[in-house]
T-cell receptor
């Protein structure tokens, strides 16, 4: 079974609107972290936001927020007030922190977001 | 400025010609890792290192070697590159403890083409 599932290969949103990118995860660890990265066409990986499994509040970073639903094992990224510069590939990733873990990030296959003017 | 650097950024080479992609970080991170990114597959870990002289295989280690002789450097070595190693490669680093534990810094990527 895939550890990180991003079911939306592509998404479109109008400029200034909000958009939600879906991510579900699968782990039996109690301690883990969830990450979202942005990859523009230039190729670099840009860290957006992090949510720890023990964090009770949803993480927020500027226009980015993470809708963390632990029981459903989902960690959706919400981008508010979309901008043209938000057009990029978005990756959800998980790091399992149990003993013996190598702390690697397991990535989903990504969602390509296009912001229309 | 805190950063992870990779060199070269772009490389076109031929099958069988040994090459090294360098990775260096200036944040005194214990943990370093190499990933490859292929279309439709996301990023997959190749090798990782918990500290100097401590390295281990990730999910797709075949055809690659690494070394960690100094804390800041973690080169990726392809002894005999093949076309299926054509990919976008990322080096990443982080602390293993402390408040910045969650921050994984990525290098800018190396686009490798093996013909």
């Amino acid at each position: 079974a895939q550890k990180i599932t991003q079911t939306q290969p592509g998404m479109f949103v109008q400029e200034k609107e909000a958009v939600t990118l879906d991510c579900t995860y699968d782990t039996s660890d109690q301690s883990y972290g969830l990450f979202w990265y942005k990859q523009p066409s230039s190729g670099e990986m840009i860290f957006l936001i992090y949510q720890g499994s023990y964090d009770e509040q949803n993480a927020t970073e500027g226009r980015y927020s993470l809708n963390f639903q632990k029981a459903r094992k989902s960690a959706n990224l919400v981008i508010s007030a979309s901008q043209l510069g938000d057009s990029a590939m978005y990756f959800c990733a998980m790091r399992e922190d149990s003993g013996g873990s190598n702390y690697k990030l397991t990535f989903g296959k990504g969602t390509l977001l296009t912001v229309n003017p | 400025e805190a950063q992870v650097t990779q060199n070269p950024r772009y490389l076109i080479t031929v099958t069988g010609k040994k090459l090294t992609v360098t990775c260096s970080q200036n944040m005194n991170h214990e943990y370093m890792s190499w990933y490859r990114q292929d279309p439709g597959l996301g990023l997959r870990q190749i090798y990782y290192s918990m500290n100097v002289e401590v390295t281990d295989k990730g999910d797709v280690p075949e055809g690659y070697k690494v070394s960690r002789k100094e804390k800041r450097n973690f080169p990726l070595i392809l002894e005999s590159p093949s076309p299926n190693q054509t990919s976008l490669y990322f080096c990443a680093s982080s602390h293993l403890t402390g408040t910045s534990f969650y921050e994984q810094y990525f290098g800018p990527g190396t686009r490798l083409t093996v013909t």
